[in-house]
């Protein structure tokens, strides 16, 4: 068996990113085949365009006939000028293209990128702000502006899904950056969905409690490398910490931020387009209250979210963008959400497990049927004896640095974890569901998962409450000899097919 491990996290500065915003991410696609491709045939951003990209590239969970594809960009939406790109991240081959890395050790690259935050740096002037439209004007309507896309024909309505917020403490004074959904209600209208313990939301919740309104700037079509950077959760950025400084990190240079034009707050300079405005204290709506479908969008696990009843209302002040700007999106529960969840919380376990168990999990894979979220593959390299039924504790560990996943998978690192078709041989050929199956009844999980529930298993005695599951599926030390792979000839094929690639 052969340790597989890599050392980014060793303190060595990690790879630059070749790219520092979304329109040179865009031409560095370009430039790679299969990784993007356009149309200029006419689309509606209500549905159809979610449902072109669904067999384009979207994967995921996404309901079949779907697979991980190119980027694809819409030039031109039905009744709008601006166009639309989906499906920028929606492959760990496009992600390790753009920041530079192995696509094999996403997680493990940005952690070590981590060891090299840069604080953001202020400007006077940015692209973002080449164009500006203020709410105040009458004919102002953010309906009308911007083709907010639905993902289905169920959908509470258009929505906003690479929208990246930032707002301040009002007592600390420190910054957050966080992706949330966001739902268009009116002309200058937006209301937002903020899970429980999301950074943002916690600063709301003090500013609401205040009766204030929240100064927030929205910023998208941002560099894909920062919203890889920002999708990091604790506990690898607690509360205070500044996901921005950790995209400086993987850029190898500062992010700029820019003063909005109408609230005290700063957006993303490179953005390609801005909303600035307050989230409202006290005010909540129905997300579906313009069109009763009792359904928000298709979430990560694959199925439709249910529309929440109470939700707090950004206030538009105003929307800023670049010269022709170009929206950006995903299909809800896509391969392009698997990659915002999954490989930061691929960072998250390496750091935990590196620090637990050092030198045991030699890597880990968030897995795309999980949204990213559920469902982890651990890689374990056993030394000698004395690591056997650590591998046990690895899953622990990783449940207790990321309570969302569910199932924990281990296999020995002869096995390779980005190969399902792997996975399985080794859950078919190394696993007894006697021995191999660990269950942990009553823990807190995910609210999107809907068997998470007491209807489904009576003893889940509230919603979220969860049998978290280990899958040992590693050979046990002592019995190592009897389950070595058949050792084939490692040959150059290229000698043979020269333009052989191995893709």
Same mark, same amino acid.
């Given at each position: 068996?052969t /340790? #597989? ?48 990209? +669904? @067999? ?82 009458p ?10 896309? #639905? ?20 007592e600390?004074?420190?910054? /957050?950056? #966080? ?13 937002? *969905? ?56 993987l ?11 109408t609230?005290?707050?700063?957006a993303?300079?490179?953005a390609?387009i ?47 963008t ?5 929206l ?51 890689q ?9 039924? +650590?591998? +046990? ?12 996943? @569910? ?10 974890? *980005? ?9 078919? #050929? ?13 823990? +807190? ?10 209807? *489904? ?25 009897r ?8 040959? /150059? ?11």
């Amino acid at each position: 068996m052969t /340790d #597989t491990t890599n050392t980014q996290t060793d303190g060595a500065t990690p790879p630059k990113a070749p790219i520092k915003n979304l329109r040179e991410g865009i031409e560095l696609l370009k430039q790679h085949s299969g990784q993007f491709v356009s149309t200029s045939t006419e689309v509606d951003p209500q549905a159809e365009l979610a449902g072109v990209y +669904r @067999k384009v590239g979207a994967g995921g969970t996404v309901t079949r006939p779907t697979q991980v594809g190119p980027a694809m960009l819409f030039e031109n939406v039905k009744g709008y000028d601006i166009p639309v790109i989906v499906g920028v991240l929606a492959s760990r081959k496009r992600i390790a293209m753009l920041m530079g890395a192995d696509e094999k050790h996403l997680g493990r690259h940005m952690l070590g990128a981590m060891q090299h935050a840069k604080d953001p740096v202020f400007v006077d002037e940015a692209p973002c702000q080449e164009q500006v439209h203020l709410a105040s004007d009458p004919d102002f309507d953010i309906r009308s502006l911007l083709p907010a896309p #639905t993902n289905t024909p169920e959908d509470a309505g258009p929505y906003f899904c690479m929208a990246v917020l930032r707002g301040t403490d009002p007592e600390t004074g420190k910054h /957050d950056v #966080t992706i949330h959904r966001l739902c268009v209600q009116d002309r200058d209208e937006i209301s937002v *969905f903020m899970q429980t313990g999301r950074h943002i939301g916690m600063m709301y919740e003090k500013y609401d409690a205040m009766d204030k309104p929240m100064p927030i700037t929205i910023s998208m079509g941002i560099s894909p490398v920062e919203y890889m950077a920002i999708s990091f959760e604790p506990p690898s950025t607690p509360y205070g910490f500044d996901e921005l400084e950790f995209a400086g990190g993987l850029q190898g240079s500062p992010v700029e931020l820019v003063k909005a034009k109408t609230v005290e707050e700063y957006a993303i300079a490179s953005a390609e387009i801005v909303i600035e405005g307050e989230i409202l204290p006290k005010r909540r709506v129905a997300e579906d209250q313009n069109t009763g479908t009792g359904f928000a969008m298709p979430e990560f696990p694959g199925y439709d979210g249910t529309a929440n009843p109470s939700l707090p209302i950004i206030k538009v002040k105003a929307v800023t963008t670049r010269t022709n700007p170009i929206l950006q999106t995903l299909v809800g529960p896509g391969e392009e959400h698997v990659s915002l969840a999954g490989i930061p919380t691929e960072g998250s376990l390496v750091q935990a497990l590196d620090d637990a168990l050092p030198g045991l999990v030699t890597n880990v894979y968030s897995h795309s049927a999980g949204g990213g979220k559920y469902l982890g593959i651990l890689q374990i390299h056993k030394r000698d004896h004395n690591d056997q039924g +650590r591998e +046990r504790q690895a899953a622990i560990v990783a449940f207790g640095a990321f309570p969302e996943m @569910k199932h924990i998978i281990l296999v020995d690192d002869d096995v390779d974890i *980005f190969d399902t078709d792997d996975v399985l041989w080794a859950m078919t #050929t190394r696993f007894q569901a006697e021995r191999s199956v660990v269950p942990i009844p009553g823990v +807190r999980c995910h609210p999107l998962d809907p068997s998470a529930d007491p209807d *489904f298993l009576w003893t889940n005695f509230d919603h979220g409450i969860s049998t978290k599951v280990i899958f040992d599926c590693t050979v046990p030390w002592e019995l190592r000899d009897r389950f070595i792979r058949a050792p084939f000839q490692d040959v /150059d094929v290229t000698r043979f097919l020269p333009d052989w690639t191995g893709d």
